[in-house]
């Protein structure tokens, strides 16, 4: 396992509801897993319901979590105990060994003093095999934990406990999310019922519960406990989990003496192959289904969840691009499905739904797929009549399709009366549409991507050549008349000020040097230079995104937060390979191989995939357009195996920022061969 024993599951877990370091679980999965498991210490009642610093242990928990801020769903807490039977979370905590335990993607283990039981886990898809040693042979239980929203039922025949559980953050359309599961112990047991818990009671010293789940039924659940987990040991489990996520990590062979990056880069690379998550199911016939979440019907094909496109649609998708077409193939197609169930593309699912973050970039997503021949173009055309649809139709639904439609088109820019957050909102809406037009020209429908092309530019409207930013206006054109303070966040903008939203004009670069008189890297430069000021602006309160700018320490360039990411790349799409790669390096040294060793909320994969981009000197500056922009790597020697069977080798001696080109097309970068000689200047 030359790359697994890299990974660092804690790496990012020190984390609070006023500060994050990344805001993530250490969570025990096989890639994309549909169900993951993870320690709960600090009470189910938050979402921060685990801490690398506590020594209390309330159980192992199964969830759903893409992120605290969209909290879980379908989770249940699995424990041992011994003598007599407790279920609260204040009862039945007790101090485990916290510096004794072991979590890795493939396996858990740890040692609870009170009870004198070991626990030990490895995953499957749907389920996990869990094992607990206890020193006696007296009393011992395995308890089985939901909440008044769960239902047990246990059928004395084939010594199965059955149920589901309706636990969930948000609701989903149809009323109820089930989820079904099915476990049992490899060893005598009775069984006792508590409130809203079952305890499986026996006397055997070691017990093994196996347990599988499923979204779409309990028959569902029992096919996939006999095809994942009634005929493997947990070594079998955990060996085969290994496998899947060496195979995953070796995707990328990255060679250095710095040890802790390479830590902190296949951490990285582990955080990107666990979203979006799997959320379909094979029945026994062998057909593909889901869960049709507008209607609770089920339906046919793929679906992926607990992905905001706001976030990963900037690097995670890049990254699979390069590494895993297939998969990403597949979450594209379930983008379609979710079109097909609910009448409109999905923003952000978890598993439903969400009305989060502004924009849609879904566009960017299935654009890029298109674009890059990663769905063949009998899908590309189905997919581009979806992103046709949400892009020429308004919905007063809130969260559905895009927000202020109307007023976009007739305005050609979304004004602060009809949407807040009206900038970003805007300038999204840009993007989307020449992502629109790219997958426009790509397919042969000149007329549409001509429509749409011109829609890109409307960037240029909220351009305030005064104060050099983009500015929030009325209906009637005129901007905010307040005085404009350029450090305060929130309000016309999305998780920052005026500074970190006024250059997300991915798409045309050039023509954002044009408003600022061609001057656009020195306006970066004051950027990086600038004070780490804030103010609480339209927010009314501190916001954790505020505090980690400042603690970054490099200026009003955010690296903890997505709208910022593009950043650093400008000088290099402006010429300036070397500019970029002196700004990523120090950036890069953010990232540290310790509980609060990201600079900011991970985000399911998008900030991982920044760093991981980021050590291979590649960043697609605009998702949609099959290029790019070039910086130099951070490791020594790194080895892309491609998604089509070849390599692309990147050695950081080779490669002169002076002498290389800026950009290097998808086309070339799958070609494979050595970098250096693809971007040697002619």
């Not at 307040?482 to 045309?508: I, K, P």
Request: hydrophobic letters at 35%.
């Amino acid at each position: 396992m030359e790359r697994y024993r890299y990974v660092n599951v804690t790496l990012g877990t020190l984390n609070s509801k006023r500060f994050s370091n990344g805001n993530v679980l250490p969570l025990t999965a096989v890639p994309h897993g549909m169900a993951s498991f993870t320690l709960q210490n600090e009470k189910a009642a938050t979402p921060w319901f685990y801490s690398p610093l506590s020594k209390s242990f309330e159980g192992i928990r199964l969830t759903h979590q893409p992120s605290p801020w969209l909290q879980d769903y379908g989770q249940l807490v699995v424990t041992g105990q011994r003598g007599a039977l407790y279920f609260s979370e204040e009862q039945r905590w007790a101090s485990f060994d916290n510096e004794g335990c072991v979590l890795e993607p493939a396996y858990m283990k740890g040692y609870v003093y009170r009870d004198r039981y070991t626990f030990e886990l490895a995953p499957t898809n749907s389920g996990a095999v869990i094992r607990f040693t206890f020193s006696e042979a007296e009393t011992n239980r395995v308890n089985i934990i939901g909440d008044e929203r769960t239902v047990f039922r246990f059928d004395e025949s084939s010594k199965m406990v059955t149920g589901y559980t309706t636990a969930a953050a948000h609701p989903v359309a149809y009323g109820e999310l089930k989820e079904y599961f099915a476990f049992t112990l490899n060893v005598p047991f009775t069984v006792e019922y508590g409130k809203n818990a079952v305890s499986l009671v026996t006397s055997s010293r070691q017990a093994e519960c196996r347990l599988a789940t499923s979204f779409l039924s309990e028959e569902q659940a029992l096919l996939h406990f006999e095809r994942e987990l009634a005929h493997r040991s947990l070594e079998e489990v955990r060996f085969a989990a290994q496998e899947e996520w060496e195979n995953c990590l070796g995707k990328i062979d990255a060679e250095d003496e710095n040890e802790e990056r390479k830590a902190v880069f296949y951490t990285s690379l582990y955080r990107t192959f666990l979203w979006p998550r799997r959320f379909w199911e094979e029945d026994a016939a062998g057909r593909i289904l889901h869960l049709n979440l507008e209607t609770g019907e089920i339906a046919d094909g793929y679906l992926y969840v607990d992905n905001g496109f706001w976030d990963t649609y900037r690097t995670l998708y890049p990254l699979l691009s390069l590494v895993d077409t297939d998969l990403y193939a597949k979450v594209a197609e379930g983008c379609y499905n979710y079109y097909k169930d609910s009448g409109w593309l999905p923003k952000w699912l978890c598993p439903n739904n969400f009305n989060c973050m502004p924009g849609m970039l879904v566009e960017a997503v299935l654009a890029d797929a298109i674009v890059k021949e990663i769905v063949p173009a009998e899908a590309g055309e189905r997919m581009l009549d979806a992103l046709l649809h949400d892009g020429d139709c308004a919905c007063d639904e809130p969260g559905v399709g895009r927000e202020a439609l109307r007023e976009y088109r007739a305005l050609g820019y979304v004004p602060y009366t009809a949407a807040k957050e009206s900038v970003n909102e805007t300038l999204d809406n840009c993007y989307g549409d020449y992502c629109i037009a790219q997958a426009a020209h790509k397919l042969g429908r000149e007329d549409v991507a001509a429509r749409y092309d011109g829609y890109a530019h409307n960037y240029r409207n909220l351009f305030d050549p005064a104060a050099g930013f983009m500015r929030g206006k009325d209906e009637h054109g005129n901007f905010r008349s307040e005085t404009f303070d350029c450090f305060a966040w929130g309000r016309d903008y999305t998780e920052g000020s005026a500074w970190q939203s006024s250059f997300a004009v991915y798409h045309d670069i050039e023509g954002l040097n044009g408003l600022y008189g061609g001057k656009l890297a020195e306006k970066i430069d004051e950027l990086v230079a600038a004070p780490r000021y804030f103010a609480i602006g339209g927010y009314g309160s501190e916001i954790h995104e505020m505090s980690e700018m400042a603690d970054a320490r490099f200026g009003q360039c955010a690296i903890s937060n997505q709208p910022s990411f593009h950043i650093p790349y400008i000088y290099a799409e402006l010429g300036d390979v070397a500019k970029t790669a002196r700004l990523t390096e120090r950036l890069a040294g953010a990232f540290r191989n310790t509980i609060d060793g990201y600079p900011g909320d991970e985000d399911n994969g998008s900030l991982s995939a920044w760093f991981v981009l980021t050590c291979l000197g590649l960043y697609q500056m605009s998702p949609s357009r099959p290029d790019f922009t070039l910086s130099l790597p951070l490791f020594k020697k790194i080895t892309v195996r491609l998604a089509n069977g070849r390599e692309l080798v990147i050695e950081r001696d080779k490669l002169d920022p002076a002498a290389m080109k800026n950009k290097l097309s998808y086309a070339e970068a799958m070609r494979g061969g050595r970098l250096a000689a693809m971007v040697q200047k002619k």
